[in-house]
Nanobody
Framework: VQLQASGGGLVQAGGSLRLSCAASGRTFTNYAMGWFRQAPGKEREFVAAISRSGGLYVHVKGRFTISRDNAKNTVYLQMNSLKPEDTAVYYC??????????????????WGQGTQVTVSS
């Protein structure tokens, strides 16, 4: 699976962004999809995941929402009320093994290239 993330940018605190991750190469519906982020000097952190059947797992509850459009082979991350601490490179990932440890990077087989999100105060 090839993953192409987009939608990052510079936004003021309190603003919103929607990240997209387009998948190609394999049957999209066979994969759970996740979003992670990594700030400078920190480990990669789980943000949200959506299972093959549409089950939602969101770490940043109340502000971030994950969704998928299987017709477009795309997963989205809607981020609202952004804070400076949300600044990071955001990565999308695909998990095809059927595991349910959605918060673990080890569960994912494929990764996108990342998109930078910068939130100014």
């Amino acid at each position: 699976v090839q993953l192409q993330a987009s939608g990052g940018g510079l936004v003021q605190a309190g603003g919103s962004l929607r990240l997209s991750c387009a998948a190609s190469g394999r049957t999209f519906t066979n994969y759970a999809m996740g979003w992670f982020r990594q700030a400078p000097g920190k480990e990669r952190e789980f943000v949200a995941a959506i299972s093959r059947s549409g089950g939602l797992y969101v770490h940043v509850k109340g502000r971030f929402t994950i969704s998928r459009d299987n017709a477009k082979n795309t997963v989205y991350l809607q981020m609202n009320s952004l804070k400076p601490e949300d600044t990071a490179v955001y990565y999308c990932a695909a998990a095809g093994g059927g595991g349910t440890s959605y918060g673990s990077t080890a569960n994912y087989d494929y990764w996108g290239q990342g998109t930078q999100v910068t939130v100014s105060s």
